[in-house]
């Protein structure tokens, strides 16, 4: 059974760009609205030209960002894993998200 274990987190190992990118996005897709709800609740005093100016540029460079260095981070951590720990986290990680999809009525 190791060796198939084995050939498995190879195989997320090679893909562990897209895995990233993929977690990353869903992540932003499902809190994605509450981080808008929020950055207007903060910007809500100052006027229309200005909230534009800032959620665009939150959209645009902000969103860029945070994910790039989030996608990173999450890279860099679990190329660092054994290879049933690495499983594991992925699997738990999606299951995870699909949870809190389900949870915030995403799905």
């Known amino acids: 059974m190791q060796p198939y274990i084995h050939q498995f987190a190879n ?17 932003l897709i499902i809190y994605g609205g509450h981080i808008n709800a929020y950055f207007k ?17 939150l959209c645009s460079a902000g969103y ?6 989030a996608v990173k ?13 690495l499983i594991g986290i992925i699997a738990a990680a999606f299951v995870l998200l699909a949870f809190c999809a389900r949870s915030g009525k995403d799905v």
């Not at 609740?41 to 540029?57: D, E, M, N, Q």
């Open 11 to 27: 195989f997320l190992r090679v893909h562990m760009d897209s895995i990233s990118i993929g977690l990353v996005a869903t992540l």
């Open 41 to 57: 609740k903060i910007t809500r005093s100052l006027p229309f030209l200005g909230r534009f100016a800032l959620f665009v540029l």
């Open 64 to 69: 860029a960002f945070l994910s790039s260095q």
């Open 73 to 85: 981070l999450l890279k860099m951590l679990l190329r660092g894993q054994a290879d049933l720990p």
